[in-house]
């Protein structure tokens, strides 16, 4: 940390105490004037089928939820708002700004804490009340709200010890207050506002800064602002719209790259601060409060990455950080894709025929945000009038797609990785994946990236999964290109690039490299050339490595779970739906296939935080000294 982070953090202990000491007294709630009301910006009469939120509503109502892969879990009723359902830990009730909710001992698995705590159960409830009128659901929102109130007193607990939480907590409060309103019980309805302003107002002192001014900076303004813009009860309500509306045209830039390349370099967080961008674009457009066109450009650039990214059958590799949380989820679909669903709402908002063909369908998640004229935007758009040629470069964020036959049951597609580490000095969610590629045909997935699978616990594997090991590239000395210096931060970045980018009818040809292994005693340049041969569907992937002493190097393949892997004389065969891909490997070493592997780790895929499955991967070895180069062949046969 620099210096000034340093002495901010510092300041920040300070005040933290001062409040928690009482020397500093949080001002009292203002009465609200509630003769000035907002615009809706969620629509009840979005034409929805109620049976699925009805169902959804009735075990929320029981204290019966999904967490991440855990599912019908039982957080109580009332629910135990301070205790994490995966471990039984009750978090004490201590002053939030001071709560270290890192330390598992102390509260838990926080992910799993926190998760209900952002009460989009509650959106659920006031959608089935909004569809059906039934009181039962209303009733149930009422009753849970009520025991969170008195469960999280104001500043206490773990549920106040993140803006972030607050936001998002905010926002799923507004759409649930659009939907019960009018509110007839005015206690309730004093109690609710009371904490509504307290939230923002934590939120409006207590914003992400420095090397923290991630995504967290972008969830917390987004949440002033929708607190804002639906509840305009308070004098400071304006200034909450301006100071978040002000940090959020600043941030869409600062953290996402023109070519629409999320700067923490992790492909979740691409949708969830989309979520972040668009849900304020929405409720601020219904209260004439506008963003630049340079604001709507960038989230419309966003999406545009998120379609390049997506093969025929709707895959997304699982680059980066992924923690399946959710601002806000709208729609009960089991089915449902924060992707597909994302390119829906673009292909509205911004008229565009390839994101319609990308999302397929319009979801209901659109339909609650855009009303009921939203189906009829998108049954009428033209997609071929209104389509993009696919970009295939992302030279800003470092991603290039080499391909052909795209959006055909024929097409290849590889996203070759050349971008930075991540976003700030501890690029907390990115992985040291420089130079590794993923890898479908005809939208099946061959070569994946195995995703993330822990957090904040489990630390021998949330190594192991954010390390070179864990993705499709080469390894130097056993090492990673980047050093790893805690669960979301990296002491050392390797520095990546691309050298060359050529695409034709015939041939694409992608040539980077990265700095990562300068580091080592004697210093290694990696430089990766792949290179697609689109009538042979042959794909070449050369190693070069620039080095003066010997060194072990490892190149990893990881498949698909789905794949049937078999070795052959020259390498291996990966086989799935009538589609075959042959890898031919470097002559010059030793190969091994690993499957559900614990030293060394390997052979293991996580499609869902907390949770992995056994798969394949594919080792080669060799001991080299002397510049190297290093050729795989992979032939692929429909």
């Not at 036959?405 to 290849?412: A, G, H, M, S, V």
Request: with cysteine; hydrophobic share 45%; charged share 20%.
């Amino acid at each position: 940390m620099s210096p000034l982070e340093i002495a901010h953090r510092t300041l920040r202990a300070m005040q933290a105490r001062a409040e928690s000491s009482g020397l500093v007294r949080a001002p009292a709630v203002p009465v609200p004037n509630l003769a000035i009301q907002a615009r809706p910006w969620v629509h009840a009469d979005a034409g929805v089928d109620p049976a699925p939120y009805v169902a959804a509503a009735q075990r929320a109502a029981h204290g019966r939820l999904d967490i991440f892969t855990r599912r019908d879990v039982d957080i109580g009723l009332p629910p135990r708002w301070n205790r994490d359902p995966k471990t039984g830990v009750e978090a004490p009730l201590a002053f939030g700004k001071l709560l270290d909710y890192r330390d598992a001992d102390l509260v838990g698995d926080i992910k799993y804490l926190w998760e209900p705590n952002r009460h989009l159960h509650l959106v659920t409830l006031a959608q089935a009340y909004a569809l059906t009128n039934d009181p039962r659901h209303y009733q149930a929102l009422v009753e849970h709200l009520e025991s969170w109130f008195i469960a999280c007193p104001f500043g206490r607990g773990p549920n106040w010890a993140s803006a972030l939480e607050l936001g998002i907590r905010l926002v799923n409060w507004a759409i649930a207050w659009q939907l019960v309103s009018p509110i007839e019980d005015l206690d309730f309805r004093a109690r609710w506002l009371a904490s509504i302003y307290q939230h923002a107002q934590t939120i409006r002192g207590w914003f992400s800064a420095h090397s923290s001014a991630n995504n967290h900076l972008i969830g917390e303004a987004s949440g002033l602002f929708i607190a804002g813009v639906t509840w305009p009860h308070w004098p400071e309500s304006r200034e909450w719209v301006s100071t978040a509306k002000q940090i959020l045209e600043r941030e869409a830039l600062a953290q996402n790259a023109p070519d629409g390349v999320n700067r923490e370099q992790a492909v979740w967080y691409q949708q969830f601060v989309l979520d972040m961008l668009a849900l304020p674009l929405l409720a601020g457009r219904a209260n004439g409060e506008w963003f630049s066109p340079t604001y709507e450009s960038r989230v419309e650039a966003m999406m545009d990455f998120i379609a390049s990214l997506m093969d025929a059958r709707g895959n997304v590799p699982m680059i980066g950080d992924a923690d399946d949380g959710y601002l806000v989820r709208l729609d009960q679909d089991p089915d449902y894709s924060p992707f597909r669903s994302a390119l829906a709402l673009g292909a509205v908002l911004f008229r565009r025929g390839d994101f319609k063909l990308k999302a397929a369908a319009l979801d209901d998640k659109a339909r609650w945000l855009l009303g009921p004229g939203a189906d009829a935007q998108f049954r009428e758009l033209d997609c071929e009038a209104t389509r993009l040629p696919m970009r295939q470069a992302f030279p800003e964020g470092g991603y290039y797609i080499v391909g052909s036959d795209f959006d055909t049951p024929r097409e290849i597609r590889a996203v070759v990785d050349a971008g930075p580490l991540g976003y700030t000095s501890i690029a907390a969610h990115g992985h040291a994946d420089a130079l590794s590629f993923t890898l479908s045909v005809g939208g099946r997935e061959f070569l994946i990236d195995p995703g993330t699978y822990a957090y904040h616990t489990q630390g021998v594997w949330r190594h192991y999964f954010r390390g070179t090991s864990a993705h499709n590239t080469l390894r130097v000395d056993g090492a990673d290109q980047s050093e790893q210096g805690g669960n979301f931060m990296w002491t050392r970045h390797a520095r990546a690039a691309c050298s060359l980018w050529l695409s034709s009818t015939e041939k694409d040809s992608f040539e980077g490299w990265h700095d990562g292994y300068r580091r080592l005693e004697d210093p290694v340049t990696h430089r990766r050339l792949i290179q697609l041969d689109k009538e042979a569907r042959h794909l070449v992937v050369e190693d070069a490595l620039e080095m003066a002493a010997v060194h072990d190097i490892e190149i990893f393949f990881h498949c698909a779970e789905a794949c049937v892997v078999q070795e052959t004389r020259e390498g291996y065969v990966l086989a799935r739906d009538g589609i075959s891909v042959r890898l031919r490997l470097p002559p010059n070493g030793a190969t091994e296939l690993l499957r559900a592997s614990m030293a060394p780790m390997a052979g293991w895929v996580s499609r869902a935080f907390d949770q992995r499955v056994p798969t394949h991967t594919i080792v080669w070895r060799a001991r080299l000294g002397a510049p190297a180069l290093l050729r795989t062949a992979i032939q692929i046969e429909l």
